[in-house]
């Protein structure tokens, strides 16, 4: 069983950057897909930015050439980088895993374990 603990998130301005970063601290992320949502109040949890079982990227029109996920070759984290932030990227921003999941990634039905959230408030 996976358990998941992100960091990085704070407040930042406008057109600024932020890196958000998610930690195994019990099992690996070895065969399992990662995500990246966020969640605003009110609204339904959103897929930002997810790498399938088998290594394939796939992003939210949204956020797609702004942020970036990448996966550490020590499998047991993964970052998500965000630049050119815009204040409604403000959100609560949660790490997501899923064991073997070779197909398109970013329904946040499919996922087993999450982080507790990191917050991310871009101001205008």
């Known amino acids: 069983q996976v358990q998941l603990v992100e960091s990085g998130g704070g407040s930042v301005q406008s057109g600024g950057s932020l890196r958000l970063s998610c930690v195994a601290t019990?099992?690996?992320?070895?065969?399992?897909?990662i995500a990246w949502f966020r969640e605003v109040p009110g609204k339904e949890r959103e897929g930002l930015a997810c790498?399938?079982?088998?290594?394939?990227?796939y992003y939210a029109d949204s956020v797609r050439d702004r942020f970036i996920i990448a996966a550490d070759n020590s499998k047991i984290a993964m970052n998500l980088h965000m630049n050119t932030l815009k204040p409604e990227d403000t959100a609560r921003y949660y790490c997501?895993?899923?064991?073997?999941?070779?197909?398109?990634?970013?329904?946040?039905?499919?996922?087993?374990?999450w982080g507790q959230g990191t917050q991310v408030t871009v101001s205008a």
């Open positions: 997501a895993a899923a064991p073997l999941l070779f197909k398109q990634c970013l329904n946040s039905r499919d996922y087993l374990y």
């Open positions: 019990r099992g690996t992320l070895d065969s399992y897909a």
């Open positions: 790498i399938s079982s088998v290594g394939i990227g």
